[in-house]
Structure formats: C-alpha cells, structure tokens
C-alpha cells in the first residue's frame, strides 16, 4: 500500500474523487483506512495523468511540488469563456452577436498567424492565474471567494513555458501539444493567445500527457471505477 499510484483521470472527475476512489480501493483490499494524497490536482473538465501516493509514500509529496509538465490543449477562437474552459458561461467575442459572427471573426487568422503567436508565448512570461483556481488570496481559495460573487484581484506570476507546438489547424479550433514549468496554467495560456491573436479564445479540452519523466504512454495505470 505504500506506493506511487498513476491515475488517467477521466473527465467531469475532481481530482478529489480519484483520490477518494483510490482510497476506497486500497482501504476494502489492506482492511483498514489507507491515506491517499495527491500530488498536483487537474480541473474537472481536464483528463490525463495524476500521480498519487499511498501510505508512507505520502511523505514524498514534496518531490513533486515543482516538476515541469506536458499538455494537450484545445482551443476554441472567437469565444470567451468566465472561467476559461467549458465549466464556465460561453460569450462571442465578435463585435456583434450574430449567429456565426464568431466564426468569421477567426476565419481570416493564417497557419503562421497562429504558428508566431504560439512562439511569441515560449520562454519566461508573465501570466495572470485564473479567478476560479485553487490559489489563496487571504488564506481563502480564489475560486471561493469567486462563487460568492466577491472581487478577486489575482496577482500576476511568471512562468516558463519551453516550447509550445501546433498539432491542429482546424478554426475556429487549434490544438496544441506544450512542455511547461511549474505553475502554468494552461486556461490562462489559451486566454493570452485568444487576446493576442485579438479575437478572445478558451480551452474545451485538456489532457496532461507527461509530468516530469512520468509519461502518461509509458505507466501502470491504477484503473479507477465510474
């Protein structure tokens, strides 16, 4: 039981409730209460690799706290969304409201358009978290105070993103494969992209491939139930 436990965690799951389902597992097989953490939670909506740790293995947590990771990234252009993926409420961002106006908002934007942005975000840059995101402000969850209807003023950080790449070219939908430092979140990324290529953008999917050199592809996979 004490052990690294990788997870593909499937979408519309909290990293929470892998952890829980894990947990039951592991306690119904040893016949007693198993601790099971995780070590860096996925949203929801996002699928892809979780690694957990069981019994004493709880105690390497800190090995994992600032490991750099890979994802897999879909992006809608032409919409904006309140939180930055699919969770949230979904608006045009095209100068009126007309059914495909969004669409034709992007329909001009080329390959190498897209291919100079994506560079233009490697290296150190300077990103703003999302409001409904797990960092503290005052001791409280941002995402917290967000659904209480409170302003939340997220201070800006800087990250690392070491490369980004193109996989698909399909507007007003592109999907990208990036290899990012610790810290980065990917829905502020898509956000970022969508205000420089000027026509506001989201994720509407995710999938975390690799952290550090745990590659999803390469695991024994810790089968979760429904």
């Keep these: 039981m004490d052990q690294l436990i990788f997870v593909d965690k499937p979408a519309g799951m909290?990293?929470?409730?892998a952890v829980a389902r894990v947990r039951r597992i592991l306690?119904?097989?040893?016949?007693?209460?198993v601790k099971v953490g995780h070590t860096g939670t996925l949203d929801p909506f996002a699928t892809g690799l979780l690694i957990l740790?069981?019994?004493?293995?709880?105690?390497?947590?800190?090995?994992?706290?600032?490991?750099?990771?890979?994802?897999?990234?879909?992006?809608?252009?032409?919409k904006s969304s309140t939180t930055g993926d699919p969770e949230g409420e979904i608006t045009s961002?095209?100068?009126?409201?007309?059914?495909?106006?969004?669409?034709?908002?992007?329909?001009?934007?080329?390959?190498?358009h897209i291919l100079d942005t994506l560079q233009s975000f490697t290296g150190k840059i300077t990103q703003t978290p999302p409001i409904f995101s797990a960092i503290k402000i005052n001791g409280e969850r941002a995402y917290r105070l967000a659904r209480k209807g409170?302003?939340?003023?997220?201070?800006?950080?800087?990250?690392?993103?070491?490369?980004?790449?193109?996989?698909?070219?399909?507007?007003?939908?592109?999907?990208?494969?990036?290899?990012?430092?610790?810290?980065?979140?990917?829905?502020s990324l898509a956000v970022d992209i969508g205000k420089a290529l000027g026509c506001g953008a989201y994720l509407t999917a995710l999938r975390r491939t690799k952290i550090?050199?745990?590659?999803?592809?390469?695991l024994p996979l810790f089968p979760l139930p429904e």
């Design 14 to 17: 909290s990293s929470f409730g």
């Design 27 to 33: 306690s119904e097989k040893a016949g007693k209460k």
């Design 53 to 78: 740790l069981a019994g004493k293995a709880t105690k390497r947590a800190p090995e994992f706290l600032k490991l750099d990771k890979v994802y897999e990234a879909t992006i809608y252009l032409g």
């Design 93 to 112: 961002t095209a100068p009126n409201a007309e059914a495909g106006s969004d669409s034709a908002l992007v329909s001009n934007i080329s390959k190498q």
């Design 150 to 187: 409170e302003k939340v003023a997220i201070p800006t950080r800087e990250v690392e993103v070491y490369s980004i790449e193109l996989l698909d070219f399909s507007l007003p939908l592109i999907k990208i494969r990036t290899h990012v430092g610790s810290g980065t979140y990917i829905r």
């Design 212 to 218: 550090a050199d745990y590659d999803l592809a390469d």
